[in-house]
């Protein structure tokens, strides 16, 4: 029989729009020797966990827990949730997590109606109400940060337009949570999908959903209990019941609940990482961390300019926390990430699409945040361009990374 | 702002059919430093992870691989992918989560015929073989170890009657993998669905599925390239395309293919938790592992029964990783449940629908089945038994215990 090596992962600076570096003491939440899922010191942490959520989401709103599963879980789980067979959703598309979101409600059996902007750009919140006037949707579901752009789309406007006419808005924030304003109650939000392996630096594998008293009564319209757990009561159902198990919030919130009506057997040690991280954040404070995110990014886009990089896409809209710089002409863009990787340890990212090979993308999310990773990564994306044939002032980018911390009282 | 307190979960003796407790090694493992999803060393032990899930499902099948999520994920997963709507599907159901499976196919849109045994027996499988040769399934749907009456049915007959019909067997295995055998190929099971948090001893978080070229044909007919990520060629799209797009296995299996077709993030930390539990599954050998399951539910079976407590269900087809307990006649279940998990530390289940108050259940699994983990237990159970006034012979549950343990050569 083969015998298997230890693991040993080498020690990465991750400079990605995710996953980013995990905070240790996350790390270390995660190694607690578990608890049972109905062990009442768990769903105490359960409980705690929805009440930091409900802080995290800015929002007084009763449901606020994660779904099980990587980020994109949550997206379906509010998808399949609220959008039934026939009903009209409207999804304004700005890159690549647009087009997923078409992906998802197309699976849901909705008729779509997409609006797309050129990549690089966000809309106007007043040409999304434009067509909600004519198309009339049930639900409008929109990113806020676009990763595969660097773009962050203003979301106030919307949210009223679709409280104005009875649609509900779907905003997918898994990569804007804990790195950025996340109104939930302010703007106006219907339901609202968080990352925990971007701002929030937890590792992949849990998505935080929240949703209002709009959401839940069209949710609990299409909510079964399951077979095997129901009781003597007649059950009433719905003729357009939710088309999965797993991601029924219906259920997951009777799971959540005093109720605790079981479901699947909660992820323990995901949701210890979960529990510290968001520990971690509400300790740093939301304003104060959305304050750091701003200033690594502008050490960031300090340094990249002295160093002539250019980035792309409208500055209007540029999302705080991904930073998307052209790749310059001549340059093998893979080259010389593989060359950031093996020989300075430090991960960034390429992108989708239309902007494959066209740009790099950087991120300056949650603890991989931090002045020492931003100015170890502009020193050695200077010898890589170098080494690389690309002249670049040597130098520079450091320096002007350095005179946006200096000149900060610190 | 409230402060939250330090993380600090008790130390339990988890004895209960899962989640239960996990091996240090493997929450060491989950507090290393993560990498990113397509750095080359993650996907490394991504196939890596592959190779040691085919060790472990027993088979040459091309697919093993972790979805992301709880257990009933993978089983939703390769539900949602297999069977399209209109597909008749035969589910045998002898416990709680038959109904599960009964519950996935209807909200997958199948014509289900269900056929039930009376809860504590299983089917034998010319029963299975007889209903298919009317109802002409084109997928059976069954679970191997039913954790809710603790039992487990034989599968083999079942799986070479598929192959003569020509129907697709799914096998819920979630609470055997690891415990007991389960034969992937010698079976002739189309797609197998594992669990973590039981007999592998690894946190809730990671279904591990496998399947085989006749599944693959299928739900690759029904596979749709996710919007954002198709390329410049014609999409040929299936009218029953997958309703799904977290759980389209075609998609997955690109994810988790040299192509990498980005789908996901995989959740770090899981894997590496995933990665550790298998090697440890290995290194211990799987026939040296089932033996030593059988071995303490020998010693637990002993010392309950010199206690003078009665198993539950036909003893022909008990799962060897459960064990039911009659609640004696005056004897409040709950009480004495609560009064081992806050007084002694020990976690046993009670059960659900019609066993809810009947019977105790109790896990002999993965990193929990061990000599101390069986003697304290019964230890303890004499203990809240006698402290609950119901008379148990003092002190002859351990010592039968004791009994089977120096039996054996060790």
């Given amino acids: ?3 298997y090596e ?25 190694s607690f020797p578990v608890l049972g899922q109905f062990d009442p010191e768990f769903t105490g942490i359960m409980n705690e966990t929805m009440e930091m959520l409900r802080e995290l989401f800015v929002t007084d709103n009763q449901w606020a827990f994660p779904v099980d599963g990587t980020s994109r879980s949550g997206i379906e789980a509010a998808m399949v949730s609220l959008i039934a067979p026939g009903d009209r959703v409207l999804i304004p598309i700005f890159g690549r997590f647009g087009h997923l979101l078409h992906e998802i409600a197309e699976r849901c059996g909705a008729e779509v109606l997409t609006l797309e902007k050129e990549w690089g750009c966000v809309f106007d919140p007043e040409e999304v109400i434009a067509a909600m006037k004519s198309f009339k949707p049930d639900i409008v579901a929109i990113v806020h940060g676009e990763t595969s752009t660097g773009r962050v789309q203003p979301l ?23 790195g950025v304003p996340v109104e939930t109650d302010a703007w106006l939000l219907d339901a609202v999908i968080g990352g925990t392996q971007k701002c929030l630096s937890i590792p992949s594998g849990m998505a935080p959903v929240t949703y ?8 609990l319209k299409r909510k079964r209990v399951e077979r095997g757990l129901r009781t003597g009561e007649v059950q009433v159902e719905a003729l357009d019941f939710v088309r999965s198990n797993y991601f029924d919030l219906g259920m997951l919130q009777d799971y959540w609940s005093p109720q605790r009506l079981n479901h699947h057997t909660e992820m323990t040690s995901m949701l210890y990482a979960l529990r510290e ?6 300790e740093e404070g939301l304003e104060a961390r959305h304050a750091r995110h701003a200033l690594h990014e502008e050490a960031l886009v300090a340094g990249l300019t002295a160093m002539g990089l250019k980035l792309y896409g409208d ?11 052209l790749i310059p002409e001549g340059v093998d863009g ?3 990430r593989t060359m950031l990787l093996e020989r300075f340890g430090i991960e960034i990212a390429s992108s989708f699409g239309p902007l494959k090979g066209r740009i790099w993308r950087i991120g300056t999310m949650g603890f991989s945040c931090r002045e020492n990773n931003v100015l170890r990564l502009l020193g050695a994306l200077e010898g890589a361009l170098l080494r690389h044939g690309h ?16 000149a900060k009282v610190r």
Avoid: W
Avoid at 8 to 30: F, H, K, N, W, Y
Avoid at 277 to 282: D, H, I, M
Avoid at 315 to 325: A, G, I, M
């Fill in 391 to 406: 002249a670049v002032p040597a130098g520079l980018g450091v320096q002007a990374a350095l005179d946006v911390y200096d």
């Fill in 156 to 178: 106030a406007g919307i949210g009223r337009a679709c409280r104005e006419q009875d649609a509900l808005l779907i905003v997918d924030a898994v990569a804007t949570i804990g």
């Fill in 1 to 3: 029989m083969k015998r």
């Fill in 212 to 219: 209002n008293a709009r959401a839940e009564a069209k949710l």
């Fill in 315 to 325: 500055p209007q809209s540029k999302l705080t926390v991904v930073t998307c710089v």
């Fill in 6 to 30: 230890d693991l040993s992962p080498s020690l990465r600076c991750i400079m990605t729009p995710g996953p980013v570096e995990v905070d240790p003491r996350v790390l270390r939440a995660m």
């Fill in 334 to 336: 893979e080259a010389v």
């Fill in 277 to 282: 991280g968001l520990r971690l954040v509400l």
